[in-house]
């Protein structure tokens, strides 16, 4: 009876402790499925995918999407567009002045450009996915009140046909939240720059960058690395609890808010900033805890 009653316990112990298993995809709420790419997205709704898929194009859109308040959801599956090379000019997903789209649980790999939402419009959210081996930029938001939050954006850059390369580009008040971006790599033999947040902000009235991870930026030649960079005079900005690893050699910046009359209206707060040539520069204004020690 006594080896019984061990026996049990261990069962029970075991039982106690297995990991739970998942509970299989659902596909209740999709408009419809993507199952080949190229495609055009022109109806609202949920569109998903269920299997990996993959092109082999070099030019024009993976998906692109042509209807306001569409959302793709790739359940975790794969948009391949590794098979077009380094000199591809395709774009994985892409909009152009819509409003109200919607990008998760995607593994976007191996375009020029992983997605791009152009133009005006915006109100987009773009979250949970993964950026991986594209080209020339992992996302480009160009309409404004987007939030793109965590996402892993990962080993960017290696294009024939440009010397820079950017994690992601944006404009306009847009909010960029728990995103990783690790692997940024200009163009060998073009002296290009390596961005992680390239921030073309215009007359925005409002922003935040927070709580992202940065490392691996990796320029070429005379080039330098950029952690988070504003072109014009930016306003307005929330900039706060970000960790950014420059590459080791010193060069380019980690945050820098170009010369403007405004610029002190980028508040910075607990941001954790090192390995740059400046680390912190330009005219942010400085809230308090920021830590950008040698």
């Known amino acids: 009876m006594r080896v019984q009653s061990i026996a049990l316990l261990l ?118 996915n993964h950026f991986d081996q594209n080209r020339f930029v992992g996302l480009r938001i160009e309409g404004g009140n987007t939030t793109v939050r965590y ?31 690790s692997g940024v790599a200009a163009t060998k033999g073009g002296n290009g720059h390596a961005f992680a947040f390239s921030m073309d902000m215009g007359t925005a009235v409002g922003g935040s960058i927070i709580g992202n991870r940065v490392r691996g930026l990796l320029p070429d030649g005379a080039g330098q690395a950029f952690g988070i960079i504003f072109g014009g005079a930016p306003q307005r900005m929330a900039i706060r609890d970000n960790d950014i690893v420059g590459h080791g050699n010193g060069d380019g910046n980690g945050i820098n808010c170009n010369p403007g009359t405004t610029s002190h209206l980028v508040r910075l707060r607990n941001n954790v900033v090192s390995s740059f040539n400046i680390n912190i520069g330009g005219e942010c204004g400085d809230a308090g805890e920021n830590d950008d020690s040698p």
């Not at 075991?14 to 298993?21: D, H, Q, V």
């Not at 092109?55 to 569409?70: E, F, L, W, Y």
């Not at 794969?78 to 077009?84: F, Y």
């Not at 996402?151 to 820079?164: K, R």
């Open 11 to 128: 069962l029970l112990s075991m039982l106690a402790w297995a990991r739970p298993a998942h509970a299989a995809r659902s596909y209740d709420n999709c408009t419809g499925f993507i199952s080949s790419v190229p495609t055009v997205i022109s109806t609202p709704g949920t569109w998903c995918l269920k299997q990996d898929v993959s092109t082999t194009i070099t030019s024009g859109d993976a998906i692109k999407i042509a209807a306001n308040n569409v959302i793709v959801d790739c359940n975790d599956f794969r948009l391949d567009g590794i098979a077009a090379g380094l000199g591809t000019a395709t774009v994985g997903i892409y909009a152009n002045n819509r409003a109200g789209d919607t990008v998760r649980n995607c593994h976007v790999r191996g375009f020029y450009e992983g997605l791009y939402f152009q133009g005006t419009g915006g109100r987009h959210l773009i979250e949970h």
């Open 151 to 181: 996402n892993e954006i990962l080993d960017t850059g290696g294009t024939t046909t440009a010397s820079d390369a950017y994690a992601t580009a944006a404009s306009r008040d847009n909010d960029l939240i728990g995103n990783t971006i």
